[in-house]
Structures are given as C-alpha cells and as structure tokens.
C-alpha cells in the first residue's frame, strides 16, 4: 500500500510536497514489469490534479478496472470521460 510522510513526500509529478489534508490519490501494486510504462504508478500517492493531468491517466485507469480495482477508480474514470466529452 502507498503510503505518504507528511511534510516529507513528494508527488513524483509535479515534485512538491505532499499533505494528507490535500486531494490525494493512492495506487496498488498493480505490476511487476518495471518496463510497462505504467509502472510509474506502482504503489505511489500523487495529488489527485496532476494525476488528472497526467497522459497516461486514461490507461491507468482502465487497467485497474480490468484488473478488478472496479469500485475505488470506477468514478474517476467517469470524470474523465466527462471531461472528454
């Protein structure tokens, strides 16, 4: 599970501290293949905006469905079908 050490833990995306009072979101260990490009995300806590934000969103998302992580990113998903929209 990701974890975060407040005042401590940077968001690999935009590099600025992170806190848990802030819109966070939290990924799984959800690959062992260092050489997918999603491993990035592997069991790391980004703010919730520069995730949002991020290219590779999309894909993310729809492997953690796929891989049965159905109910925690289902919402997500939906937003940013939304937004493309």
């Known amino acids: 599970m990701a974890i975060i050490i407040e ?6 995306i935009c590099g600025m501290t992170m806190s848990s009072k802030e819109d966070l ?7 062992i293949n260092e050489k997918d490009p999603l491993y990035f995300f ?3 806590v980004f703010h919730k905006e520069c ?3 991020h290219s590779q969103k999309k894909n ?3 492997k ?7 109910d925690e990113y289902k919402n997500i998903l939906d937003r940013l079908e939304n937004e493309i929209k």
């Open 7 to 12: 005042g401590r833990s940077k968001c690999k």
């Open 25 to 31: 979101i939290a990924f799984p260990r959800f690959t």
């Open 42 to 44: 592997y069991d790391r």
């Open 51 to 53: 995730f949002l934000n």
């Open 60 to 62: 993310l998302i729809e």
């Open 64 to 70: 953690l469905i796929r891989d049965g992580y159905f």
